[in-house]
């Protein structure tokens, strides 16, 4: 049972009584005591005629998945299976990062009809959201007092990420098929296939001329190469403690999610197999085996409820992961972050061996703040956080370095710079025909 704003108003009433009767030589606090006795046997009263929330049969609609920052409708249906007419107000248990009204949802429903109650959601958190239960209060036909009741009905919305390193991929596309068609590229080796064969031009390399085609032509022909479909490439997301620490408006691991979807976007276009794996000591999501157009949303919907783990990651368990995947990766790209010599240390000794079998790119997310700290030296205190920013700045190019002496590439960039980054050194390993 609940009492309304009404309540309060009816006791006050009892003034008028009190002072009227007090003149006639009655006691007021019999008065007062009689008073109250009256108004709350007209607030059980008004409250025994409420519609039972037991009576109300709740159904959920809408959406339950969206992506980061998008706004999405969902809804509640209530069905009233009591004769009398229900006064209902209803509060949806939305966590706060969903992005609910504060305000709580009036409707009326007569008996046996049933009426929708709208809750527009917009979430400010990726991962899976829940709303456990609907809060129900149920006035009577005074609106003095009510009976309320928290319905077990869970709602779960899944906030996908955002992709918002998409508005770089239509240009990667284009350079993408200017690449694989337009301009075929005249290479020879491993990580190449035929293309098509055209009249030998001087300066052409001599080494690619087809004698078989020019015996049978007029004219000396020469084969023209593609770079090669049909390859691997295994995305590798670091989501230890490390991924843990924010960047700009969001932590590593957001920016590294942008860079692997964007990555897998234009590596899907150019017909290569992707396979993507979150981990730390254990794998938190894992996308293998799925090609054409299931590929991304399936990547999309595995990152979704994946958060960082506060704990160092197992860098020989990552690699053996990445060996499962495929027996001969193309390129592997290791998205984490080592900034610190003494840190990296397990990942530098667990590098080589996976660099002696593949290519590998490591890409990492820098924090933007730390040019412009090194650049504020007013007072003492600047100076000494100029010369911390400059300390990690040197402790992470002496990481890079180790990373290159190991035989990987390393890619440094801010959050917002780093998926097209990445994007432009997969192309330029199409290009070279390295892969």
């Known amino acids: 049972m609940y009492v309304t704003g009404r309540f309060p108003l009816l006791v006050a009433l009892g003034v008028v009584p009190v002072m009227v009767l007090a003149v006639a030589g009655i006691s007021p606090w019999a008065v007062l005591v009689a008073w109250l006795v009256f108004s709350l046997v007209v607030a059980t009263g008004d409250a025994w005629r409420a519609v039972s929330p037991a009576a109300l049969t709740l159904v959920r609609d809408g959406a339950t998945r969206s992506r980061l920052g998008d706004a999405v409708q969902t809804g509640i249906w209530i069905t009233n299976t009591h004769a009398r007419s229900a006064h209902l107000t209803v509060r949806d248990a939305w966590q706060p990062t969903a992005g609910a009204p504060l305000e709580r949802a009036a409707a009326n429903i007569p008996g046996g009809e049933r009426r929708r109650i709208s809750v527009p959601l917009l979430p400010r958190r990726r991962g899976e959201l829940q709303s456990p239960f609907v809060a129900v209060r149920s006035a009577g036909p005074l609106g003095v007092a009510g009976r309320q009741s928290l319905i077990k009905n869970v709602g779960t919305l899944r906030v996908l990420p955002p992709f918002t390193s998409r508005r770089h991929l239509a240009s990667r596309v284009a350079r993408l098929k200017e690449l694989d068609g337009n301009t075929s590229l005249q290479v020879r080796g491993q990580g190449t296939e035929f293309d098509s ?40 997301i670091d989501t230890g403690r490390t991924s843990a620490a924010r960047v700009g408006d969001g932590t590593r691991l957001d920016a590294f999610l942008e860079a692997a979807l964007l990555l897998t976007a234009l590596a899907q276009r150019a017909g290569d197999h992707v396979h993507v794996v979150m981990f730390d000591r254990v794998v938190r999501a894992r996308v293998s085996g799925v090609d054409g ?143």
Request: net charge neutral.
């Open 293 to 435: 157009p299931r590929l991304l949303p399936a990547i999309v919907d595995a990152m979704a409820p994946v958060e960082p783990q506060l704990l160092d990651t197992n860098w020989d368990a990552a690699f053996a992961e990445i060996r499962t995947l495929t027996t001969r990766p193309s390129l592997v790209v290791l998205l984490t972050a080592q900034d610190s010599p003494d840190a990296s240390r397990a990942f530098l000794g667990s590098l080589q061996p996976v660099t002696a079998r593949s290519r590998v790119i490591v890409g990492s997310a820098t924090d933007t703040a730390l040019d412009d700290i090194t650049q504020q030296r007013a007072h003492i205190d600047e100076v000494y956080r100029a010369a911390a920013a400059e300390q990690t700045a040197a402790e992470a190019r002496a990481v890079a370095l180790a990373m290159e002496r190991a035989g990987a590439e390393a890619i440094t960039d801010t959050p917002e710079g780093l998926p097209p980054r990445v994007a432009d050194r997969y192309l330029a390993l199409k290009r070279l025909g390295r892969l």
């Open 197 to 236: 064969l055209r009249e030998y031009v001087r300066g052409d390399d001599v080494r690619s001329i087809d004698w078989r085609a020019t015996a049978r032509s007029s004219t000396t022909m020469l084969r023209t190469w593609r770079p090669e479909r049909d390859r691997h490439v295994v995305i590798l």
